[in-house]
């Protein structure tokens, strides 16, 4: 059986404050019961002395005003058990129920004409005011000691019912609160093991809940993160497995294009031996590069050696200069002189992540349009920036343009990106969007060779 935490823990104090509650109206009341009796004999009794010890005779006058101040009825009985006074009119039936119970001083119950009273006796010895001795009978109603009582016990115990129920809405207040974040809680983890990372707004109160909730955020941030990687770490996989078979048929069919285009070459007149040569260049630069494919999944060690930077960049240039010129798209550069950004670099490696950076340019700025690149030196790194005048990626692709397989483009794959990425984290470097004004993706190397931080700029513009 389900019992609930809050349950548990109110419930016992709740029973406890209850009972409590319960117990001291209880005896407010019995205190109360018995204040009230006390109250009443002693009222009777303080009568009854002053009547016996009183020198003058005992009347029907004075019993009455006696009855008056008490409440009670008093009949004066001699010792042959004749009336001698009475403060009621008609003492019959008061003086049979007198003579039918044995003179004492404790109280109890008679009944006079179907009505029940409390009934004392009381024997005064000869006085000397008179020689024999007299019986003091004294009636008090119990409807009017109920009366009483009820006037005395009634408060204490709406008191305690008063306080009994709001103890009780208390204690529901007081569960409410502490229940409610505790099953939204319960809620979350839910939506946590149903893969929903978000977070919960924290209570105001500052207590135990609050560090609950805190916790369970920071578990969500962290399943997220994990999730991430987990798919992450599926995406490189299977770009492996797909690379892996892709590299051998793409391989293949570039080295037969290779081919052709070398017979082509020596068989025709040299009139286009320019773009014949970047033909063959694109050639080998995609059979080198469907054998790479491979690092997103398999990291392979990294050729390291001091590199001019510039060099690099015109490279590519030149292998991505015929795409530009085809689309009608302005290429445009801002290069330091030569040998003034050089590092520690795989060549290959960068040259690739610059051709996938300009090539998404390209489509980005479409006909008529621009792309620059810009190479600079600043804090000990080498900053190469690619910038377009496109609209940029769209917003919901925004945050993960470096995952694989992620892309805004129609008909792109998405893998460009992540490439570049690995490459850049393998240099020890890094690489960001930055989609103000212009489209444009910054790539952050360590310098490491450096030979100054004051570079002269050359402008130039291709297509």
């Avoid at 349950?7 to 104090?13: A, S």
């Avoid at 024999?132 to 408060?155: C, S, T």
């Avoid at 208390?170 to 809680?185: E, N, Q």
């Avoid at 790194?381 to 609209?391: E, L």
Wanted: glycine share 8%.
């Amino acid at each position: 059986m389900r019992r609930p935490l809050r349950n548990q823990i109110l419930l016992p104090f709740a029973g406890l404050t209850a009972a409590a509650i319960l117990a001291v109206s209880a005896a407010g009341a019995w205190q109360a019961a018995a204040t009230v009796d006390k109250q009443i004999d002693a009222r009777v009794r303080s009568a009854a002395d002053v009547l016996l010890s009183a020198d003058f005779p005992l009347t029907d006058a004075v019993l009455q005003q006696s009855h008056g101040l008490t409440g009670a009825e008093f009949l004066c009985v001699g010792a042959a058990g004749d009336l001698r006074a009475a403060s009621v009119a008609d003492p019959k039936a008061f003086l049979i129920a007198a003579r039918t119970s044995v003179a004492q001083a404790s109280r109890h119950v008679v009944l006079v004409n179907d009505v029940e009273y409390l009934a004392w006796s009381v024997e005064r010895p000869p006085h000397r005011s008179a020689s024999e001795p007299l019986v003091l009978h004294m009636f008090y109603p119990q409807e009017q000691r109920r009366q009483l009582l009820n006037e005395a016990i009634w408060p204490p115990l709406w008191i305690g019912v008063g306080a009994l129920a709001a103890a009780s809405v208390l204690s529901y207040v007081v569960a409410a609160r502490i229940g409610k974040p505790i099953a939204a809680v319960r809620g979350h983890f839910s939506n946590l093991a149903a893969g929903n990372y978000s977070t919960l707004a924290l209570p105001q109160r500052d207590d135990e809940v609050r560090d609950l909730v805190v916790a369970a955020n920071a578990l969500a941030k962290q399943l997220e993160e994990r999730d991430l990687a987990v798919r992450r770490s599926a995406r490189s996989t299977l770009l492996g497995q797909l690379s892996g078979g892709l590299c051998h048929h793409l391989r293949n069919a570039s080295a037969g294009a290779k081919l052709a285009v070398q017979l082509h070459r020596r068989r025709c007149a040299a009139d286009d031996g320019e773009s014949l040569a970047v033909a063959l260049r694109q050639l080998d630069f995609a059979e080198q590069y469907v054998q790479r494919l491979l690092m997103l999944g398999k990291p392979q060690p990294l050729k390291m050696q001091p590199t001019d930077l510039r060099e690099v960049v015109i490279d590519a240039l030149s292998l991505v200069e015929p795409t530009f010129r085809h689309r009608g798209t302005a290429l445009r550069s801002k290069l330091p002189a030569e040998g003034l950004a050089t590092a520690l670099a795989d060549r290959e490696q960068l040259r690739q992540l610059l051709v996938n950076l300009l090539l998404n340019a390209v489509d980005a700025a479409g006909e008529s349009g621009w792309a620059e690149v810009s190479l600079t030196v600043d804090d000990g790194n080498v900053r190469i920036s690619i910038s377009d005048g496109g609209a940029g990626p769209p917003a919901g692709v925004r945050e993960r343009l470096f995952e694989p397989f992620v892309t805004g483009k129609p008909d792109g794959i998405g893998l460009g990106l992540a490439a570049a990425k690995h490459i850049a984290e393998l240099h020890g470097g890094s690489i960001r969007y930055d989609g103000g004004a212009v489209t444009q993706f910054d790539v952050l190397l360590p310098r490491r060779a450096a030979t100054t931080t004051t570079l002269p700029v050359e402008e130039g513009v291709a297509g």
